[in-house]
């Protein structure tokens, strides 16, 4: 059985940066796709970013591109999400999650079967 442990989040003020961190146990990151999403009081789950089995092709959301990085560490089994000039915007609370079955990153949350706990991302001055 897949489990994730977010870690990383908090409160941070307007332009500052957080590092997510996301430890996987039941697989390794070369079998599995990882995503990131965020949820806001009130709203669905948004896709954030995500990463391949190999590493090479890492997706972004429109607001994350240029602002977020997505990485890993395989001999920790963990994914990190960078995250830069933060906007109250992305306040939320943010989840890893596992896709066993794709080759590539996804947008949909349908293709994500495993979720971490989440951890909240508090963005205010």
């Known amino acids: 059985q897949v489990q994730l442990t977010e870690s990383g989040g908090g409160w941070v003020q307007p332009g500052g940066s957080l590092r997510l961190s996301c430890l996987v146990s039941g697989s390794t990151l070369s079998d599995i796709v990882m995503g990131w999403f965020r949820q806001a009081p009130g709203k669905d789950h948004e896709f954030v970013s995500a990463?391949?089995?190999?590493?090479?092709?890492?997706l972004y959301s429109d607001d994350a591109k240029g602002r977020f990085t997505v990485s890993r560490d395989l001999r920790s089994n963990t994914v990190s999400l960078e995250m830069n000039t933060l906007k109250p915007e992305d306040t939320a609370v943010y989840y890893c999650?596992?896709?066993?079955?794709?080759?590539?990153?996804?947008?949909?949350?349908?293709?994500?079967?495993?979720w971490g706990q989440g951890t909240q991302v508090t963005v205010s001055s």
């Open positions: 999650a596992v896709d066993d079955k794709s080759l590539i990153p996804g947008r949909a949350t349908g293709l994500y079967a495993f």
């Open positions: 990463i391949s089995r190999s590493g090479r092709i890492s």
